[in-house]
């Protein structure tokens, strides 16, 4: 009789402990999806956006890739991706005669995160080449996708953007497009709750700024060592890249663009240096954008 009770009163207090963890998963989702999440939260309009627009790639190598006419209010503005997979306006697979075809490449900056479609790089200067070039025409095709590396960029155009016989490719280049980038989680929280992404992203901030977690810039010089793998794939990426494009006759282009946390003095000089090297031995145009 007594183990009964005992039994009992440990099953009514399981219970009562986990309806108290429930509502308070529910509070705190409540709480981050109407007080948090105000449509500017970066981390929170990244989670949508890799939810509602993007998909695992069928290539591994390409990682993750956009899902065709798909839209979403992201950033406080419309994103719209064609047919295509591209957020572009629809693109002939042949270009028009006469029409100089160029094609970017890139991460979330040739995307144009958090700026209208007709702000984004690949507009402005398809506008600013049409308006100061009346005797050429050209079309600026952006590729970019969010969260993707330089490896996964090259992959995914050798895929698929050759397909759209570009006169000219624009790799444009931030200093993060040589990190690894995760492989999709199987984390059900990570997928589905907003309080999760908030919480568990602010916590890792926590951990790197109290716990000895690296600067921003130490990682980043980390980064490009000679042995890092990860340097060292993306090189292998542009050495792919340049390969094809000299055996098409297209022209490469590649594209610096500064970290923006500190432009004077700038402290990534020698990651800027090593950048151009590997452009100069492969006989590839570099444009840096440091003012």
Request: hydrophobic content about 40%; some cysteine; proline content about 4%.
């Amino acid at each position: 009789m007594i183990s009964i009770m005992l039994t009992r009163t440990f099953l009514i207090k399981m219970t009562a402990l986990c309806l108290v963890i429930s509502m308070c998963l529910i509070v705190s989702e409540v709480f981050v999806r109407i007080v948090i999440d105000d449509g500017m939260e970066y981390n929170l309009e990244m989670w949508k956006y890799a939810r509602k627009l993007k998909r695992v790639a069928k290539h591994s190598d390409q990682g993750h890739q956009h899902i065709p006419d798909k839209s979403a209010f992201l950033m406080g503005v419309n994103v719209k991706i064609n047919s295509q997979g591209y957020r572009n306006k629809e693109i002939s697979i042949t270009p028009s005669q006469g029409v100089t075809r160029i094609m970017m490449l890139g991460d979330s900056l040739t995307f144009g995160w958090g700026v209208p479609s007709g702000e984004t790089v690949s507009s402005r200067l398809e506008n600013l080449l049409n308006n100061s070039r009346k005797d050429k025409s050209f079309e600026v095709i952006n590729t970019g996708i969010g969260n993707t590396n330089t490896e996964m960029q090259v992959a995914s155009f050798l895929d698929k953007g050759v397909l759209f016989s570009p006169d000219i490719v624009v790799l444009n280049y931030f200093i993060n497009d040589a990190e690894p980038i995760p492989r999709p989680t199987k984390n059900i929280f990570m997928k589905h709750s907003a309080a999760y992404v908030s919480f568990s992203l602010r916590w890792g901030s926590i951990k790197r700024l109290f716990f000895g977690g690296k600067q921003w810039f130490q990682y980043y010089n980390d980064l490009y060592s000679n042995e890092n793998e990860s340097w060292i794939r993306a090189k292998d990426a542009i050495s792919k890249l340049s390969n094809y494009s000299h055996s098409k006759d297209i022209k490469l282009v590649i594209v610096n663009y500064p970290e923006l946390h500190q432009l004077t003095p700038y402290p990534f000089d020698q990651v800027t240096s090593k950048l151009k090297n590997v452009a100069d031995e492969h006989g590839v145009q570099f444009v840096d954008l440091l003012p």
